[in-house]
Structures are given as C-alpha cells and as structure tokens.
C-alpha cells in the first residue's frame, strides 16, 4: 500500500538531475548556415555586395546600371556606315607581290658553269673541333738581335743609354759627411745617468679633510645627564589607554 501511494506522488522537479530545456541546442531556422535540415528553408536575400567565391569571376555580369550603345539594336549592330577623320591602316594580312624591277638576275651565276676563285679581305673564321692545326703564322723564329742569342753566335751590342754615376770615372770618391750629418746621442745610456728634476708641484699626501669642531663648538653648560633634573610636565592631553588605535596598514 505504502509503494502504491509513493507512486502516486508527483514528481519534485528539484530531484531531477537531468538538464533543463535551455541545454538542448536546436539548429537555427533563420538564415542559411546551419539551418534545420528537417524544416523548408525560404529564400535568402542580401543587400550586400556579392562576395567574391574562387567557383564564378569576380564580375560575371553587368549590374542593371550598365551603358548600352545606340548602335545596338535587338536584331545586332546598326549597319550605318561610319567615317574617321585619321588615316586608314594599311592592311598587314595583303600580300605584297614584287614587281618585275625587283629582280636582279644579273647577280645569278648561271645554272651548270664553273665559279671563278673569289677571295675575301675578312678575317679568318674559328677553325672546326677536328681541324684544330696551327696555320704558320703560329711559329716564332728565335730573336738574332741582342746578346742573349744561344743557339749561333752574337754581334757585340752597344747601348745608348746615359752612364750610372755610381762607378763612373766622373764619381768624387772623397766626398764624406761633415759633422752636422751626424746626430748626438744621448750620454745617459753609455754613462751613469744624472738626477733629473721636475719644475711640476709636489703633491700632498692622503688624509683626513674632514671637518673638526673646536674647542668653542661644545656647550658642557646644557648637558643635565649627570646631574639631578626639575620635573618637567606637559601642555598636552593624556588620552585613555582603552580608547582603540588607529591601524591603517593591515598585514595579510
């Protein structure tokens, strides 16, 4: 009887430990991203501008504001004939046909007869991978002017040059330096080395710069440690022990 009445007994929602209705999270109706697959889905319109997708161009096609020739009519192009002011081109696809005068057969050796040798002033082309011989300009014949010849024999040389004046009969051999060309040495490194004085002051040696109080700076009169001294009192109030201090800097 007692497990039928519990039964019975509504249920208290604060027992509950399932989550409320605000944990479920439903997709969205509204919009286009993650709209609810089981609802109809309206069309979706933007006043934007179209953002650029890598799928279309940029620019696909005119906007309603675009400029439409006159000369475009719906059956095409209106056929009226226009006239310029500039030159006309030449047409570059015309072929241009050479005329009799073009020709110069004259310079035409005839067909079947032997050339002459013709010869060229140019230079001489590079010679082929295996046709690499020397031509004879290649060589050099040994120098036979000069004394420094060594397979025959030299005709003595002569040279036209001015002679050195070191070793010639015109060198004064008895020029010597006088005694300004010598410099004096200094006597203390071969002798015993003289005092030396300086004209600089002499500086004082490191102390105490402190200042020092004299003999008149102590007042022997003012001092009542060693002696007996009146009671002294106070123009201030005395405050009560049990009043609570001021504490302003709290430690953690």
Known sequence: MASADTQNQPLIAARERGPGPGRYALPSTVGYNSHDFTKHMNPAHSFGHRLENPMFRKNCSPG?????????TRWGRDGTPAYSISGRLRDINTFNTPAPGTYSPEHVHPQGERHAPAYSMGSRTRY???????????????NLLGS????????PSYTM???????AFSEDLAKTPGPN??????PDLFRARAPAYSMLGR??????????????AHCPEKVVLNKKAAPKFSMGI????????????VSD
Do not use: M, W
């Open 128 to 142: 082929r991978q295996h046709d690499n011989v020397p031509s004879p300009n290649c060589y050099s014949l040994p």
């Open 203 to 216: 500086n004082e040696l490191p102390g105490d710069g402190t200042s020092k109080p004299g003999p008149g």
């Open 238 to 249: 005395r405050h009560s022990e049990y009043i609570t201090p001021l504490i302003i800097d």
């Open 64 to 72: 309603p504001t675009y400029f439409i020739s006159s000369e475009i």
């Open 161 to 167: 040059t001015g002679r050195s004046k070191t070793g």
């Open 148 to 155: 420094k010849v060594a397979h025959t024999n030299s005709s």
């Open 181 to 186: 060309c010598y410099s004096l040495i200094n």
